[in-house]
């Protein structure tokens, strides 16, 4: 389920302006999953 909250957290970012905080988010969340 966290796998499929950070992929959902990657598009929301770069659907926004934001595409520095969705690369946070993605690594935070691999770093969770890991």
Do not use: I, K, M, P
């Not at 598009?11 to 595409?19: A, H, P, Q």
């Amino acid at each position: 389920a966290t796998f499929l909250h950070v992929q959902y957290w990657n598009g929301y970012g770069e659907s926004l302006l934001g595409y520095d905080q969705s690369t946070e988010t993605v690594r935070f969340g691999l770093s969770l999953v890991r």
